[in-house]
């Protein structure tokens, strides 16, 4: 069983810088960013999302909402996750639409990463954004997911291993 690596310093750290700034949000891009599939997913991207308005990002197949510290960011790109122990959720729209995510807290952001497909997608998503319900902003965004990369796999719990 393969274990996905944490999120390193250098990525967290460059999104907080990407944060912290005005203008251009600074966001590192993902190791498949250049993935033709990425492209889709920028090109797809709603103009808002939970009320916060698209920004500029700095890098390939990345996407930003918002200013500051309250920034949600989206890289397509990132390595697909492995098996995991870490939470993974199936989350549905009214549509019916449903992605399964792999959801990571840290400090005053909640990280989602996308299960089962590639090129993976995550998203950053301040507390302070959505402090009820950070799971809004990927809820918005599995149509956007859905309709780019296929997916391949699905969450299982123990449960469901026999």
């Excluded at 203008?23 to 250049?34: L, M, Q, S």
């Excluded at 103009?47 to 309250?70: F, K, M, N, V, Y």
């Excluded at 939470?87 to 990463?113: A, H, K, M, N, P």
């Amino acid at each position: 069983m393969r274990t996905p690596r944490p999120l390193t310093a250098a990525v967290i750290g460059g999104i907080a810088l990407g944060l912290a700034g005005c203008g251009t949000v600074r966001v590192p891009a993902g190791p498949e960013a250049g993935d033709p599939t990425c492209a889709g997913v920028v090109l797809g991207a709603p103009d808002e999302l939970l009320g916060l308005p698209r920004a500029e990002t700095s890098s390939q197949g990345t996407i930003a909402w918002g200013s500051g510290e309250d920034t949600i960011v989206l890289r397509c790109g990132v390595t697909p996750p492995g098996p995991t122990t870490d939470l993974c959720t199936r989350l549905e729209d009214s549509s019916g639409v449903q992605v399964d995510w792999i959801v990571r807290e840290q400090d005053d952001l909640v990280f989602y990463t996308t299960y089962g497909r590639s090129p993976a997608i995550d998203v950053s998503v301040p507390r302070a954004v959505a402090p009820d319900q950070p799971s809004a902003a990927a809820l918005d965004l599995g149509q956007l997911v859905t309709t780019n990369v296929d997916a391949t796999d699905h969450c299982v719990g123990a449960e469901d291993v026999s």
